[in-house]
């Protein structure tokens, strides 16, 4: 962040740390830090029973370097939702507390607030993180594709988990692979190694890893951004696909994109959430200096 | 023309690269001069009855061959390893995959470094003391093959954790990700990836182990044998009867003879060792 702070003018300096004391305001920051882990309701917080996710003053830091302040808000059952902002800002970090593979990373640790999945807080005692995982599907940025071949790929999760019924296992995999549009691309090679298929395959063989699991939200950590563009066009209109039967959250640092896959945005900067809303509000009248120079591109 | 700074950089240049092909080709130099004279030496003694048949003449060893002598350092290599290999690999599993905090993991791991840096002198007085005296094993294979175990499982250790930790951490984010069990990612992805190494960690350290006449030497070792393995009793090795001929100094063809055996025979693990780190998944 000193980077880029250098990088832009005084006067943009002055409107950035204005957002910043205005976020740390509304939400009640000090409150929220001293609060302990548990399933009662913050006071300040109402509870969103129609919601998938509602998040509660989260913080939290990699060792001692506080990387997220106070993050609050929720999403809605079945939509799509872009969490945007510049390279560093935690949106990624934000992504991973959501399915509880932050902690995975050494050193990473939530410091306070919840997690609410369909109400229940995924981070009280008694919750099994693989359980939560295996609800709360993730996609990386670089697709990775295990050292196996595409069909033993695609079975991985669910091979752990348990095929469902008696389905055999090749007529379940094309399922998945059919729904991600690779079954014709690969059918004749399942079992060849997975390391053989282009970028584009190999992204779009995960997103079949992970539907494999039977998920109910999906997260991905901008999935396209090691993509070409046409790679990255079928992966767009996957998710748009994917909409009616997932919820979906996306990290993205492209604003073009976001504004053309989803329908709420979330806008971090520095570790806060500076705004969020449907994206007619976020891209159209954003209430912050801060968001209105990010989409407008005069920084990011 | 050039500047003198630069002149003599390029002199010193020359020189360096001079000094480097030099100690380059002594390394180069050594190992191939001392397998050359072991052959140059042995190998009149080598001959397919070398192999087969059992030691003769007086003093012992003067005639016949050293087929006990490769039969024991086989038996017990075999049975060093399949205690060796469950518990290093096991061990690297549980340190790579699950090892609770990195102090401890690193704490583990220094243990092992300084387990595999004991002189094999002091495995073979553990092995007498606790196994063949405590244990009352009795100077047999058994107790000689859990002694090259132990000389063994540290080696093991190392490098199978060195080769697990060379697995791109993204694979196990991307597998945990899909909520299975780190066991489950062990099984399937790090030691798919990381087998060569472990193969070849494995292999060194059991040319380290045939090769070392301390460990067996109060532990397993006899003089004198007709062949046949059981566990209880002694066995001939290859190190030990080296030791043995060179001793009587009678017969300086089948002491340099079973010294070329035993050198080809780690040439072939080690290169065993080289092909395995080179696989490609």
């Known amino acids: 962040m000193d980077g880029f702070v250098k990088t832009v003018n005084r006067a943009h300096v002055a409107s950035i740390d204005a957002a910043l004391e205005t976020a740390h305001a509304d939400t009640g920051y000090e409150d929220a830090a001293s609060e302990a882990w548990g399933d009662t309701p913050h006071p300040s917080y109402p509870t969103q029973p129609e919601a998938v996710f509602q998040t509660i003053a989260i913080e939290a830091a990699y060792s001692e370097r506080t990387v997220l302040k106070n993050i609050s808000f929720h999403i809605l059952d079945k939509s799509i939702t872009a969490i945007m902002g510049p390279s560093g800002c935690g949106k990624s970090t934000l992504l991973r507390i959501l399915n509880r593979t932050l902690e995975l990373t050494p050193g990473a ?5 919840k997690v609410l999945f369909r109400n229940q807080n995924i981070y009280s005692k008694g919750q099994d993180p693989r359980a939560i995982r295996k609800r709360i599907g993730l996609i990386y940025q670089r697709p990775v594709p295990f050292p196996m071949s595409i069909l033993e790929n695609v079975l991985f999760g669910v091979s752990f988990h348990g095929l469902p019924g008696d389905m055999p296992r090749e007529e379940y995999a094309r399922l998945y692979l059919k729904r991600v549009g690779l079954w014709e691309e690969v059918k004749d090679r399942l079992r060849e190694s997975a390391n053989k298929l282009s970028g584009g395959q190999q992204q779009r063989l995960c997103l079949a890893r992970a539907l494999a699991n039977q998920p109910e939200v999906i997260l991905m950590d901008e999935p396209c951004s090691s993509l070409d563009p046409a790679a990255t066009r079928q992966i767009e209109e996957l998710i748009a ?3 009616r039967d997932y919820t979906i959250v996306v990290v993205t640092h492209n604003i073009a994109q976001a504004r053309r896959i989803s329908e709420f945005a979330l806008f971090m900067f520095a570790g806060t959430l500076v705004e969020s809303g449907p994206n007619e509000k976020i891209f159209h009248q954003p209430e912050t200096p801060l968001a209105r120079d990010f989409i407008t591109g005069k920084i990011g | 023309m050039l500047s003198g700074k630069l002149f003599w950089e390029l002199w010193a240049d020359r020189l360096f690269t001079l000094a480097s092909w030099i100690l380059g ?3 180069l130099f050594l190992p191939v001069s001392i397998v050359g004279f072991l052959i140059y030496r042995g190998v009149q003694a080598i001959s397919w009855s070398f192999l087969v048949d059992a030691p003769k003449g ?6 016949g061959g050293i087929r006990p002598a490769i039969e024991g350092s086989l038996a017990l290599i075999a049975l060093g390893l399949a205690i060796a290999v469950p518990f290093g690999v096991g061990g690297a599993i549980y340190l790579s995959e699950y090892g609770a905090s990195s102090s401890w993991e690193r704490m583990a791991r220094f243990a092992a470094e300084c387990l595999a840096a004991i002189p094999s002198i002091i495995y073979g007085l553990f092995g007498y003391s606790f196994l063949v005296v405590y244990m009352s094993l009795k100077i047999s294979l ?7 175990g132990l000389l063994m499982f540290p080696l093991i250790l190392i490098g199978a954790h060195e080769a697990m930790q060379a697995v791109d951490r993204a694979y196990r984010e991307s597998a945990l990700s899909l909520g299975v069990s780190r066991l489950y990612v062990a099984r399937r992805i790090i030691l798919t990836k990381a087998w ?9 350290a059991a040319g380290h ?3 070392s006449a301390a460990p067996v030497l109060f532990t397993a070792s006899v003089i004198f044998s007709r062949g046949g393995l059981d566990l209880t009793a002694p066995v001939m090795t290859l190190p030990t ?3 043995y001929l060179v001793s009587e100094a009678s017969s300086p063809e089948q002491t340099y003879g079973t010294a070329v055996i035993l050198i080809i025979g780690l040439l072939l693990s080690n290169s065993v060792a080289t092909l395995a780190k080179g696989w490609k998944q």
Request: proline fraction near 5%; glycine fraction near 20%.
């Open chain 2, 209 to 211: 182990a045939v090769g």
């Open chain 1, 109 to 113: 640790r939530i410091l306070s607030g």
């Open chain 2, 241 to 243: 009867h080296l030791y």
């Open chain 2, 142 to 148: 058994v107790a000689g093959g859990i002694t090259l």
């Open chain 1, 241 to 243: 696909q994917l909409k």
């Open chain 2, 196 to 204: 060569p190494g472990i193969v070849a960690a494995t292999v060194l």
């Open chain 2, 25 to 27: 080709g002594l390394g």
């Open chain 2, 58 to 63: 007086f003093p012992l060893g003067l005639e």
